[in-house]
């Protein structure tokens, strides 16, 4: 049997897609659907893509809160068949951004396998701190 007779090779989706915004309350409908999208053509279902954009939506509007002016929010997807990883970064004005105590990050815990901040020094040239929130959604849940 030739190999164009054969069952075709088993592929995985994977790819990062990233982009730059204003760290303004105006760009986050446009987050929400490139979030959408991305998950969506990495064949995840409905009910993945909610948790996905709904956890995304609570980082990127922490970080645009306490976002310095005339910054930007930085975003990343990375995905393959089974994960998805998100990481969010911005120039922020307080030192201790952003609120792990508070509800939107009880929201993100619960919905992701996996979420973590990172805060940098400041830096005096971007007027603020750099704040990094990576999370990971898992198809199928924690094996932890």
């Given amino acids: 049997m030739s190999k164009s007779e054969g069952t075709p090779p088993a592929t ?21 659907a490139l979030a959408e999208t991305v998950v969506l053509m990495a064949d995840f279902g409905i009910d993945e893509v909610t948790d996905i ?9 922490a970080l645009v809160l ?10 990343a997807f990375s995905f393959d068949g089974a994960a998805v990883v998100v990481r ?6 307080s030192d201790n951004s952003p609120d792990q105590s508070g509800f939107g990050w009880h929201i ?6 996996a979420v973590h901040a ?4 400041y830096d005096a040239a971007a ?4 704040t990094v ?4 959604w898992v198809r199928g849940g924690s094996d932890e």
């Fill in 12 to 32: 995985t989706r994977t790819g990062t897609i990233s982009v730059r915004v204003p760290a303004e309350s105006e760009q986050l409908a446009m987050l929400r």
């Fill in 53 to 61: 954009r709904l956890a995304l939506d609570e980082v990127a509007s």
């Fill in 66 to 75: 306490d976002a310095v002016d005339g910054s930007e929010l930085e975003c």
């Fill in 88 to 93: 969010v970064g911005a120039i922020t004005v």
């Fill in 108 to 113: 993100v815990a619960t919905l992701t396998d």
């Fill in 118 to 121: 990172s805060r940098g020094a």
């Fill in 127 to 130: 007027g603020g701190y750099p």
């Fill in 133 to 136: 929130v990576d999370f990971r």
